[in-house]
């Protein structure tokens, strides 16, 4: 049986907190504004040093708070400790002063404590709701490290904007095994290189579901697993590659979770942000770039621009494997120079970047994979795609669009590979990123599946397939799928194949 060290009590309370989604000095203000309340309840005898107590913890933590950043969940908090504080604070000099404490009556007292109750209250719960999120630790026998580059496709010229010299610019994270840093460094930040890209990029994307800002405003906090910067992992081991495009609006970083967890298993992941389609991209010189895509409203207009747009992911996509096979070479000097075995790659999607993913692979045959995550196949079904592909959905309901899955069907099914479709039970459409580490447990949203378990089951299917079609795992990925929901297989030309 393995011992527990001296951290493990240590480890307990962090889960615990992270559980309550708050810091170590917003537990102690909730702490102490839940102390004051109950002081203003105690004997007389006990009511002015109950009171003092709770202020001593209090007092610090709200200071403490207030140097490094107070969340819009603590303000009700506060305020709630300062209605508390009013009322109490008063009584307590008259009484020091010698003079007689003046109570207030009952039916003035009671609705008032409750008042501050609630609002202290609403701070964790509110917290908990939007959470700062808490990446899951990777379970792959690799560290992971992150860096970000910027590529111009000299041959290709931004068809989003006017100039006739503008070329086409990616911004693209590389997530990859690392070696293990020394204790105590941090994670990188989640979002952006920097704490304003950051907050810009979380501000964008509350805005593209019309969220304000300031609910969110925890994501900018928080650090992922992966250290940046950090050197690759020793020995001779080549990293198999698998490409990422984003959702409509979304952001290079919104799988981080499901990134790193990949690289911990020793893959090279490489996400994009595709500038004037994701919500916006911070260039390496400053310059902020806003998506430009948005519906018309139209349907059969919205479906039309899909296809355009789907086209140029696509082509990113493989921009980026040319990019990633220069740098294999050493073009230019590069850490990961001879450590990329681009001759294994995958090409990944979550919505419309599924959907890329699907055309990419079509187009390009250096793919050997494609994953659609929950994307509607965009643009043509042919040719045949050539390699092994597996789509990761939501469970058919009554919402669903009608369209969608004859239309996955078909784009699976004119294929000489073998395909598989994964139903998972209990996911919603952002099942398949990280929004369910940082939004409402809203099921119409992030699903039912959970802030721990979401991330899990979307890597670990994920790696299921990966595994057998890179890297040659011997068994039909199926058989490990079908733990994570129903599975869908089909052979070369949409043939059905019966499970064993």
Not at 193 to 202: I, L, P, Q
Not at 208 to 230: N, Y
Not at 237 to 261: K, Y
Not at 387 to 404: H, K, N, S
């Amino acid at each position: 049986m393995r011992r527990r060290g001296p951290g493990a009590e240590h480890g307990r309370v962090t889960e615990t907190i992270a559980w309550l989604s708050l810091s170590p000095p917003e537990v102690l203000v909730v702490l102490g504004a839940v102390a004051l309340l109950v002081a203003r309840r105690l004997p007389p005898a006990a009511r002015r040093p109950g009171t003092v107590a709770a202020g001593a913890v209090l007092v610090p933590s709200a200071v403490v708070l207030g140097l490094v950043g107070i969340r819009w969940q603590m303000l009700p908090v506060l305020a709630g400790a300062a209605a508390a504080s009013a009322s109490a604070l008063p009584s307590l000099l008259r009484r020091r002063a010698g003079r007689p404490a003046r109570r207030a009556r009952r039916w003035l007292a009671l609705p008032g404590s409750l008042a501050c109750a609630g609002l202290v209250a609403t701070g964790p719960v509110a917290a908990w709701a939007f959470p700062v999120p808490v990446f899951p630790e990777p379970t792959g026998d690799f560290a992971v490290g992150t860096r970000v580059v910027q590529w111009t496709d000299p041959l290709r010229p931004e068809t989003f904007t006017a100039d006739p010299d503008d070329r086409r610019t990616v911004v693209v994270q590389l997530w990859y095994p690392a070696r293990k840093s020394p204790a105590g460094v941090p994670g990188a930040p989640y979002l952006g290189r920097t704490r304003d890209e950051a907050r810009t990029v979380s501000k964008a994307l509350a805005d593209g579901v019309g969220l304000p800002g300031f609910l969110v405003d925890g994501v900018p906090r928080a650090r992922s697993r992966a250290v940046l910067g950090a050197p690759p992992a020793g020995g001779g081991d080549r990293f198999p590659v698998v490409l990422f495009s984003p959702g409509s609006a979304g952001v290079r970083s919104q799988n981080t979770a499901w990134a790193e967890e990949l690289a911990s298993h020793g893959y090279l992941v490489a996400a994009l942000d595709h500038p004037y389609d994701s919500a916006v991209v911070v260039l390496a010189d400053g310059r902020t770039i806003r998506g430009t895509t948005a519906s018309s409203g139209d349907r059969d207009r919205d479906a039309e621009q899909a296809v355009g747009w789907t086209a140029v992911r696509a082509a990113d996509l493989g921009f980026v494997l040319t990019r990633l096979e220069r740098l294999d070479r050493g073009e230019p000097a590069d850490p990961l120079a001879g450590r990329l075995d681009t001759g294994r790659a995958a090409v990944t999607g979550h919505s419309l970047g599924g959907a890329a993913a699907l055309q990419a692979a079509r187009r390009d045959r250096r793919f050997d994979a494609v994953v659609d995550l929950d994307g509607y196949p965009h643009g043509p079904t042919a040719p045949a795609l050539r390699q092994p592909a597996l789509a990761l959905t939501q469970e058919v309901t009554a919402g669903t669009d009608p369209r969608y899955l004859p239309r996955l069907a078909e784009a699976l099914g004119r294929t000489t590979a073998r395909s598989y479709r994964l139903a998972v039970p209990g996911a919603g459409h952002l099942t398949f990123t990280d929004g369910p580490l940082y939004l409402p447990p809203v099921p119409s949203i992030v699903g039912t599946l959970g802030r721990t378990e979401s991330p899990r089951v979307v890597a670990a299917a994920t790696l299921a397939f990966l595994d057998a079609t890179l890297r040659g795992r011997p068994g039909d990925p199926a058989d490990t799928l079908r733990a994570y929901g129903t599975v869908s297989t089909s052979g070369p030309g949409g043939a059905p194949v019966p499970p064993p």
